[in-house]
């Protein structure tokens, strides 16, 4: 019997495929900006969408939280969700 895959297992295997691709594309842009100050390969791997969710503060009596968080996506980090979910689909 085939074991079925649940939605938070998705969301973890895109939350993974984001990090991990985000990472490698700034290695790779910064390695090409090492070798290849100002070149279009380096600007290519290092541009990115970024998205800013604006601070929330929940004020309580004794003290008060604050929460906001940046989402920062390149070409790389949209290949490593494509590959998640790749891989979530048929493994």
Do not use: C, D
């Amino acid at each position: 019997m085939a074991q079925r895959k649940g939605m938070g297992l998705l969301v973890f295997y895109i939350l993974v495929g984001a990090i991990v691709g985000g990472v490698v594309g700034e290695l790779i842009g910064l390695l090409f900006g090492h070798f290849m100050p100002g070149s279009m390969v380096e600007k290519f791997f290092l541009e990115a969408f970024v998205y800013t969710f604006p601070p929330a503060t929940l004020p309580l009596v004794i003290l008060s939280l604050t929460f906001g968080f940046t989402v920062k996506v390149n070409v790389i980090s949209l290949l490593g969700i494509g590959f998640a979910t790749y891989y979530y689909r048929w493994y």
